[in-house]
C-alpha cells in the first residue's frame, strides 16, 4: 500500500553530537497545509528534532518521508538545500549586510517557479514589519528580526516549514495577534508546518495535532483536545499543569 501521508517520521531516534535526544519517534501528518507542533520543556530535543528534518543533523535509526521520498535514513541523506524545507529559528538568522526588506525577498528567487502565490506584501503587514523594511538587522528588536525571519520562510514557499519558537521574542501584548494571524497565513497558502514550543497554549491554538515530548521520548501525539482532556500519563499530565 503506498504511504498516504504527506509528511513521516518512522521509527526514528533523533541525536546529536552521539547523544539520543529523543527514542523511537512516529509522527506524521497526513495532508499538505495541516500544522503540527512539538510542545515539550526547553533542553529536551526539540531543536535538534528539527535540524534533523531540515538535514542539518543524519539519523543512524528510521526514516524521515516528505511527499514520498526519503529524505533521511540509515543510508540515505538528502542535502538540506535539496529538500524545500525552509527552517526558522529562535535566532537572528538574518543576512547583517541587507535591509530587512532585502532579507525578506531573498526567499522569493528560488522558487519563482512554484505555482503558489504568495504575496509578500500580506506577509509583511500581517506580521506588523512594515515600518522596518529600511533598516538593517542591527537596527532592529529581536522580536521585529524573528518576525521579518518568519516572512522570509513563508515567502519562499516550501514544501515544509519548520518554527523554532517562532513568537518567543514577541511582546506578549502582541503574542496572541500574531498568533491568530500567522494560522491564517499558513491555513491560507496550505503551508505545511512543524512549530516547536515549550508553551502549551500557543501549540494548541496552532496545531491539528501536538506531539509531547519528556524523558527523551514522544508521550504523547494527539489532537490538541485529546491531550488536554485525555492526557494519557501522569507525566502529561504535570507538564501541562506546571
Not at 553530537?17 to 495541516?34: A, L, Q
Amino acid at each position: 500500500m503506498m504511504n498516504k501521508n504527506f509528511f513521516e517520521i518512522k521509527d526514528v531516534t533523533f541525536s546529536i553530537g552521539g547523544m539520543n535526544k529523543v527514542n523511537d519517534v512516529n509522527i506524521s501528518i497526513k495532508n499538505e497545509g495541516d500544522i503540527i507542533c512539538i510542545l515539550g520543556p526547553s533542553g529536551i530535543g526539540k531543536t535538534t528534532m528539527l535540524r534533523t528534518i531540515a538535514g542539518l543533523e543524519k539519523v543512524n535509526k528510521g526514516e524521515i518521508i516528505l511527499k514520498d521520498k526519503v529524505l533521511s535514513s540509515k543510508k540515505i541523506h538528502v542535502e538540506p538545500e535539496k529538500r524545500n524545507i525552509a527552517l526558522s529559528f529562535q535566532e537572528n538568522s538574518l543576512f547583517p549586510h541587507y535591509t530587512i526588506n532585502k532579507n525578506i525577498h531573498l526567499g522569493i528567487k528560488k522558487n519563482s517557479t512554484n505555482d503558489m502565490n504568495i504575496n509578500a506584501d500580506e506577509i509583511i503587514n500581517i506580521l506588523n514589519i512594515k515600518d522596518i523594511l529600511g533598516k538593517y538587522p542591527h537596527q532592529i528588536s529581536a522580536g521585529e528580526a524573528q518576525r521579518a525571519s518568519l516572512a522570509r520562510s513563508i515567502i519562499s514557499q516550501p514544501d515544509l516549514l519548520l518554527l523554532d519558537e517562532p513568537l518567543s521574542n514577541v511582546d506578549q501584548s502582541f503574542k496572541e495577534d500574531i498568533q491568530v494571524a500567522l494560522k491564517q497565513l499558513l491555513n491560507k497558502n496550505k503551508i505545511t508546518t512543524i512549530v516547536v514550543t515549550h508553551d502549551s497554549y500557543e501549540a494548541f491554538y496552532l496545531g491539528s495535532k501536538c506531539a509531547l515530548v519528556l524523558d527523551n521520548e514522544v508521550k504523547q501525539f494527539d489532537d490538541p483536545y485529546n491531550v488536554y482532556h485525555f492526557p494519557n500519563s501522569v507525566e502529561v499530565v504535570n507538564f501541562l499543569n506546571r
